[in-house]
């Protein structure tokens, strides 16, 4: 019996640095897309059924496109009767749609779990999840990796830090974070114009002046929730901020206005692949390989 790594095509850099680590070669795997676009996966490399087989693949962008890539080399690794097929999934994309918002609107990861099982998959791995409302979509054992160790280690700690949660839907996994550095928690509160949409910060629990401000998140997405907390907190005379979080999604033009923004430095993880026209100066990126190594060991 032996473990083989097969990597689909949204994160092929971390794959290959887990295969350096484990002193492993990547499985041999052709992905080709037709001419209207439609995938076609062939697994070329020879599978026993004794074999323990991972295939890596984030559903970052374009999610559905990668979410299909990974059904396809499950559901072939399953015809090649491989007995035990382990998806990582980095970043679990679909999974802010964990619930039905409004009446009629679908409750995607609810249904990307049925295709990940649909595709043959036994088991699932995954990195700091955006809400625990998932895991009883999926019937087949789940594992979750925390980062907060990881980031954590990137903070020199001092007594004049604080931990604030960028929003309401992240204050628990905040908390744990601060507690977990044994610093204090803010919070901030805003106001939404019914009319125009534009949130508004207003007040924050604490006084901050002089401090320093680490935001802890599992997500940057748009960065523009941490962008106008931190506008605010500048004002309030907080000397620099610093923002942690796993999945550097980074969506439309995120990257120039949190370099522009008064955040002093982003440090996020390579559970997302970053093309290179997306990082930028205050950008830190930090690899997953080890603790997505020692699952596969």
């Not at 604030?164 to 905040?174: A, H, L, M, T, Y």
């Not at 005379?237 to 923002?243: A, L």
Request: proline residues 3%; charged residues 25%.
């Amino acid at each position: 019996m032996s473990n083989i790594l097969f990597s689909g095509t949204s994160n092929l850099p971390l794959a290959q640095k887990i295969a350096v680590k484990l002193n492993i070669k990547l499985g041999d795997l052709q992905i080709n897309r037709f001419i209207d676009n439609e995938c076609r996966v062939w697994v070329k490399e020879k599978i026993f059924a004794s074999d323990e087989i991972f295939v890596l693949q984030s559903l970052s962008s374009v999610a559905d496109q990668n979410l299909v890539e990974l059904c396809l080399i499950g559901q072939a690794l399953k015809t090649l009767k491989a007995d035990k097929v382990t998806a990582i999934i980095p970043w679990l994309g679909y999974s802010k749609q964990d619930k039905e918002f409004r009446k009629g609107e679908a409750v995607s990861a609810q249904l990307v779990a049925k295709f990940i099982e649909a595709a043959g998959f036994d088991n699932i791995i995954s990195l700091e999840l955006h809400s625990e409302n998932l895991l009883p979509f999926f019937k087949i054992p789940f594992q979750k990796i925390s980062t907060h160790d990881l980031l954590a280690q990137q903070i020199q700690i001092n007594k004049n830090m604080l931990v604030i949660s960028p929003d309401k839907g992240g204050q628990g996994r905040s908390q744990n974070f601060a507690k977990k550095l044994n610093l204090p928690i803010a919070y901030v509160e805003k106001q939404r114009d019914l009319i125009t949409g534009i949130v508004k910060v207003v007040s924050v629990s604490e006084n901050v002046k002089g401090k320093e401000i680490i935001f802890f998140d599992d997500i940057i997405n748009t960065g523009q929730t941490a962008i106008k907390e931190s506008e605010y907190l500048k004002d309030k005379g907080v000397k620099k901020i610093i923002f942690l979080a796993t999945h550097a999604v980074l969506a439309g033009d995120a990257s120039p206005k949190l370099q522009n923004s008064p955040i002093d430095e982003i440090i996020v993880t390579d559970t997302i692949k970053i093309p290179k026209e997306k990082q930028f100066p205050k950008l830190k990126i930090i690899s997953v390989v080890d603790l997505i190594a020692n699952k596969i060991i």
